[in-house]
């Protein structure tokens, strides 16, 4: 029977799974273009896994502070809000996690994100709907599970995932640009080179989102399983889902690149499930109850 704590260890297996293959289109598309128009050389490869290095640690080290400005968070003390605070507080001491900064985050729709790069310098948000519309033990599960983003390192995570499918659509795009408009590479012989440069293009626009989508899934059904052994008590979380797939998650000020922070997908719901960043929430609870 399915407890907890295997299904954190099958989480964690996954992830890195899906994270080992990101890691070899990479290396496939560096040896592309290699073989292709370096003959030997790595500069190409170079100068974009650096561009998207760069990227990444600016994401690392500001990305809490642009995520927070972008929902419209305002920072609380234990005067202010001691009842968000004292449940933060006692999860974290738990959990044994110093506490994060918490915000509130002026909608009235049930959602929450976590975000820092790790515990020391961790934040978290959560909207006034949830605060005013879920019961106890409910708001307990939704903060639990954003704790336990801080204490998995999945910002941290994430943020290596986000580099090296950065890197992978610089690769596909710049081999696509040199088939198509530098001629013939040293060793491509013309048409062949314009051939793999459009494959990997089309990899790029596919494949990297959804390398991207899928660790993020993931990582969610990661933390439900953390958050749950945390609270001990997996209802509380399930409950919560059930009325933010009743009552609503979609936060005004979200967009694409913070979408994937958030408990539940904060964007207006499209037609394709496959490019959501979250699990469908039915099959969220039913894991919880199963746990």
């Known amino acids: 029977m399915a407890t907890i704590y295997t299904h954190i260890a099958a989480n964690k297996r996954r992830s890195w799974f899906l994270l080992l293959i990101t890691l070899a289109v990479v290396g496939c598309i560096g040896y592309a273009l290699d073989r292709y128009y370096v003959e030997g050389g790595y500069f190409f490869v170079a100068i974009a896994i650096i561009y998207s290095a760069v990227s990444?640690?600016?994401?690392?080290?500001?990305?809490?502070?642009?995520?927070?400005?972008?929902?419209?968070?305002?920072?609380?003390?234990?005067?202010?809000?001691?009842?968000?605070?004292r449940i933060v507080e006692n999860l974290?001491?738990?959990?044994?996690?110093?506490?994060?900064?918490?915000?509130?985050?002026?909608?009235?729709?049930?959602?929450?994100?976590?975000?820092?790069?790790?515990?020391?310098?961790a934040s978290i948000a959560v909207t006034e709907g949830a605060i005013q519309k879920l019961e106890n033990e409910e708001l307990e599960g939704v903060l639990a599970h954003e704790l336990s983003h801080i204490g998995n390192?999945?910002?941290?995570?994430?943020?290596?995932?986000?580099?090296?499918?950065?890197?992978?659509?610089?690769?596909?795009?710049?081999?696509?640009?040199?088939?198509?408009?530098?001629?013939?590479?040293?060793?491509?012989?013309?048409?062949?080179?314009?051939?793999?440069?459009?494959?990997?293009?089309?990899?790029?626009?596919?494949?990297?989102?959804?390398?991207?989508?899928?660790?993020?899934?993931?990582?969610?059904?990661?933390?439900?399983?953390?958050?749950?052994?945390?609270?001990?008590y997996p209802e509380g979380l399930a409950r919560a889902l059930e009325k933010i797939r009743e009552q609503g998650s979609t936060i005004e000020r979200a967009n694409k690149s913070t979408a994937h922070l958030y408990i539940a997908n904060p964007l207006k719901k499209g037609i394709f499930n496959l490019f959501s960043t979250h699990p469908p929430i039915e099959e969220r609870i039913s894991i919880l109850r199963s746990m």
Do not use: Q
């Open 92 to 121: 974290c001491i738990t959990a044994g996690l110093p506490v994060p900064k918490i915000y509130i985050i002026p909608d009235p729709d049930i959602n929450a994100f976590a975000t820092g790069r790790d515990p020391e310098h």
């Open 56 to 85: 990444g640690l600016v994401g690392y080290y500001a990305g809490d502070k642009i995520a927070l400005r972008m929902s419209g968070a305002s920072p609380i003390t234990k005067e202010e809000n001691p009842y968000v605070y």
């Open 153 to 232: 390192y999945d910002i941290r995570y994430m943020t290596l995932v986000i580099i090296l499918v950065g890197t992978i659509i610089i690769l596909s795009d710049l081999f696509w640009r040199l088939a198509f408009f530098g001629g013939r590479g040293r060793k491509s012989g013309g048409s062949p080179a314009i051939f793999i440069g459009l494959g990997l293009l089309l990899l790029a626009a596919i494949f990297a989102p959804l390398i991207k989508f899928a660790v993020s899934r993931k990582r969610e059904y990661l933390a439900d399983a953390s958050g749950s052994l945390l609270t001990r």
